[in-house]
């Protein structure tokens, strides 16, 4: 019986191996992070409200098979104690290109299919001051403003995507673009350029 060629064994295990690992380190961390963004699972928060304009905001959004929702709710003190609004939307979302403007992040696509608000103050000085004596809202009642839009929402059909930007860090940590003071994100050249304080995964 022939022996086997012990040097060409070992050239040709050698070989694979070096294969193998450099097919490995071509899947640069960005492409890991892109699929790591795309299949997204779980509900996402803030722990603590953020400081958002003068007042504070708290997210809450949930993401399951290319699909998300959002819950955010607004506040005058960092406790929410004293809230002023809570708005809500889902859809489904798409991750682009890498943004060349924000490091590690991704531009995202939102889809809003449907969008509503409720008010969480009666105060009427205060629901003059946040553009919503217009709405035709009820305080404390969840209204659909997807066909009207409301304050600085508008209508889905008016803005059914919001391009954002998205970015994940390897303690798992989510984060989204700074939304610009007259919310409007809703073409790709209103994209963020910078990210706010992450969400962490709560479930």
């Not at 489904?92 to 696509?109: D, P, Q």
């Not at 209103?190 to 990210?195: G, V």
């Amino acid at each position: 019986m022939k022996k086997p060629n012990i040097m060409h064994l070992s050239t040709f295990v050698f070989t694979f191996l070096t294969f193998f690992s450099c097919s490995n380190e071509d899947l640069s961390s960005p492409e890991v992070m892109k699929n790591d963004l795309e299949t997204l699972s779980g509900t996402y928060q803030d722990l603590e409200p953020y400081v958002y304009g003068n007042a504070f905001g708290q997210r809450i959004f949930t993401f399951e098979n290319g699909h998300w929702t959002l819950e955010f709710t607004l506040g005058l003190d960092p406790t929410l104690e004293k809230q002023v609004f809570q708005f809500r939307t889902y859809g489904s979302y798409t991750i682009e290109e890498a943004s060349t403007l924000v490091e590690n992040a991704y531009h995202a696509a939102f889809g809003e299919d449907k969008k509503f608000v409720t008010l969480k103050t009666d105060d009427p000085q205060m629901i003059a001051a946040f553009g919503f004596a217009d709405c035709g809202l009820t305080p404390f009642v969840e209204k659909d403003i997807s066909a009207s839009g409301c304050a600085s929402w508008k209508s889905v059909s008016a803005c059914p995507v919001d391009y954002d930007l998205l970015s994940l860090d390897e303690d798992g940590l989510l984060y989204f673009g700074q939304r610009p003071a007259d919310n409007d994100m809703c073409s790709a050249d209103k994209r963020p350029t910078s990210l706010t304080p992450p969400v962490t995964k709560v479930q």
